[in-house]
């Protein structure tokens, strides 16, 4: 088989709902106000992990402030160690669901597992897989079944096309909204916290009509580099982006070193012309 990712033949046999057709317009997906793809650009941001509920207040705040659409905050953290911090699971759903509906923001937070899947379903705005369960086939095919954006974030190791059947899933059991995002693969390369794959956003937008965003906090792993993965990836043709912001980085308690203070995030979105 010819090995042109964008031909009909490979949309046909395996990205039957995914992939993009000849002339097919971009699908766009809304979460509250905000708008991806088509040409809408929106912003996610937030701390990486919720910590208190004035902390996740101020931040929900701030980032509102500066211009974004959407809060982050994760309450179940998939972490490398078992002795690290692993969220405060249902009480962080709880804090992120009531600091959104004060500051008046739509929230998105990460699921790892269908044990919680109602109270995301009854809490949260759009659900997010993160990149350690990409290719956890059972829970996409649950998410397939309701019908809240769902925030696919690339794997590790995971090739376009693996990242795009994950997608495939989803929609094949009947949830439309999906939004992938390219959070940085691994390569040889550690000084990086991951390699941001700035291709990813034409290779996406040329395979697939779904929008795709740009989270250039967990690619780069450091701060001072958020700005210019953020850039790249709009400049590249991205649809959105998440990025990890705190008030106070040196005292977060997960991600502060590749966390924006909401002064920079402000600026960046400035800048970008994107707030
Ligand atoms: C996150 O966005 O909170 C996260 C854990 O990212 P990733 O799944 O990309 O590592
Ligand atoms: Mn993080």
């Known amino acids: 088989m010819e090995r042109d990712l964008g031909n009909e033949k490979l949309i046909n046999e395996r990205f039957r709902l995914s992939g993009r057709r000849e002339g097919q317009e971009d699908s766009i997906v809304s979460v509250g106000k905000a708008s991806f793809g088509g040409g809408n650009i929106s912003n996610i941001a937030g701390p990486c992990t919720i910590e208190d509920y004035d902390q996740t207040l101020e931040i929900a705040k701030a980032v509102k402030e500066a211009g974004a659409d959407i809060l982050r905050g994760g309450a179940f953290k998939p972490r490398t160690s078992p002795y690290s911090f692993?969220?405060?699971?249902?009480?962080?759903?709880?804090?992120?669901?009531?600091?959104?509906?004060?500051?008046?923001?739509?929230?998105?937070?990460?699921?790892?597992?269908?044990?919680?899947?109602?109270?995301?379903?009854?809490?949260?705005?759009?659900?997010?897989?993160?990149?350690?369960?990409?290719?956890?086939?059972?829970?996409?095919?649950?998410?397939?079944?309701?019908?809240?954006?769902?925030?696919?974030?690339?794997?590790?190791?995971?090739?376009?096309?693996?990242?795009?059947?994950?997608?495939?899933?989803?929609?094949?059991?009947?949830?439309?909204?999906?939004?992938?995002?390219e959070?940085?693969?691994?390569?040889?390369?550690?000084?990086?916290?991951?390699?941001?794959?700035?291709?990813?956003?034409?290779?996406?937008?040329?395979?697939?009509?779904?929008?795709?965003?740009?989270?250039?906090?967990?690619?780069?792993?450091k701060w001072w580099l958020v700005e210019a993965g953020a850039k790249a990836g709009i400049a590249a043709g991205a649809d959105g982006l998440m990025i990890e912001v705190h008030t106070d980085p040196d005292k977060a308690i997960c991600d502060g070193s590749q966390s924006l203070i909401p002064e920079r995030y402000k600026k960046l979105l400035e800048e970008l012309k994107i707030r």
């Not at 600091?99 to 990460?110: F, T």
């Not at 769902?150 to 795009?164: F, N, P, Q, S, V």
């Not at 990813?200 to 250039?216: E, N, Q, S």
Request: net charge neutral.
């Open 86 to 181: 692993q969220g405060l699971g249902k009480e962080g759903i709880d804090i992120l669901y009531s600091v959104g509906k004060e500051v008046g923001i739509p929230i998105v937070s990460e699921l790892t597992t269908l044990k919680y899947l109602d109270i995301f379903i009854e809490k949260v705005d759009m659900i997010q897989v993160g990149s350690k369960n990409m290719s956890n086939f059972e829970l996409l095919k649950e998410l397939g079944k309701i019908d809240k954006p769902i925030l696919l974030k690339r794997g590790l190791y995971a090739t376009y096309e693996e990242w795009l059947s994950s997608a495939e899933y989803i929609l094949y059991n009947g949830n439309p909204n999906v939004i992938l995002c």
């Open 183 to 221: 959070r940085g693969i691994r390569t040889f390369e550690t000084y990086t916290r991951n390699t941001l794959d700035i291709l990813a956003v034409p290779v996406m937008k040329r395979l697939t009509h779904l929008p795709i965003i740009i989270d250039p906090s967990h690619s780069g792993g």
